[in-house]
């Protein structure tokens, strides 16, 4: 893992903003509408079968342009797989590249440690502080899938629900690479915010993020999108 301060804006380097998660075939319940007195249902087998999403926001050393990256296995994350994402990760974005994320088990595995220092000649790794204000951006992407495209939601089985989370994200990604009234201004504000944050303290460190860029992204959030 590359070690020192170097300026994100001096190196021109690609920030991504790498986060997990897991989707059940157990529905979402979310509040929704319905004939009065005829309160609504969720008939649903408990298989409680998990799919496991690992997510990356990047955005260009002005703090524009976001791109979204997504991989869907079967079980849980592991090394293996962070490791595999990375590589994945690697052949669609070129030059330096800065990586965000939170202290993941698989994330600071030896395994990946060692990993990360074949990589240091084009990563560099920047981690969450363990009391930071805000989540991850990519925390408020698996909280709309939540709360829109699996909202109340029965898939079948983990097909069903991967092709579901993947309309999600074919959705999310046409809202970043477009003007829209509501998502893009406030996220892209929020990922703007974390930038700056990165540039004035060094990659090695994240103190805060501004709360009006939060405050507007959470209320777009709230809002559905």
């Known amino acids: 893992m590359a070690q020192g301060k170097k300026n994100a804006r001096r190196k021109r380097a690609t920030i991504v903003f790498l986060g997990e998660s897991g989707f059940s075939t157990t529905p979402s319940v979310r509040r929704t509408w319905a004939p009065r007195g005829k309160t609504p249902s969720l008939p649903h087998r408990f298989n409680w079968k998990r799919l496991s999403a690992t997510g990356a926001l990047a955005t260009n050393h002005k703090g524009e342009n976001v791109r ?41 595995s030896r395994s990946t440690t060692e990993f990360l220092s074949r990589q240091a000649h084009w990563l560099t790794v920047v981690r969450f502080p363990p009391q930071a204000p805000e989540p991850s951006p990519v925390e408020y992407l698996w909280g709309n899938a939540r709360a829109t495209y699996l909202a109340n939601y029965l ?30 201004q406030a996220f892209r504000a ?36």
């Not at 800065?98 to 600071?108: A, K, M, Q, T, Y």
């Not at 079948?156 to 509501?182: I, M, N, W, Y």
């Not at 004035?200 to 777009?220: F, G, K, M, N, V």
């Open 68 to 108: 979204l990256f997504l991989s869907l296995t079967p079980g849980s994350i592991n090394s293996d797989r962070v490791q595999e994402f990375m590589r994945s990760l690697r052949r669609h974005i070129r030059g330096q590249v800065i990586i965000v994320w939170d202290g993941l088990p698989s994330h600071r």
């Open 155 to 184: 898939p079948d089985d983990r097909g069903e629900l991967s092709a579901q989370v993947k309309r999600h994200a074919r959705h999310v990604s046409k809202k970043t690479s477009r003007s829209s009234p509501c998502f893009p």
């Open 190 to 225: 929020f990922l703007s915010s974390c930038y700056h944050c990165i540039i004035r303290d060094s990659i090695r460190r994240i103190s805060s993020y501004p709360s009006e860029a939060s405050r507007r992204l959470r209320q777009s959030h709230q809002k559905g999108l």
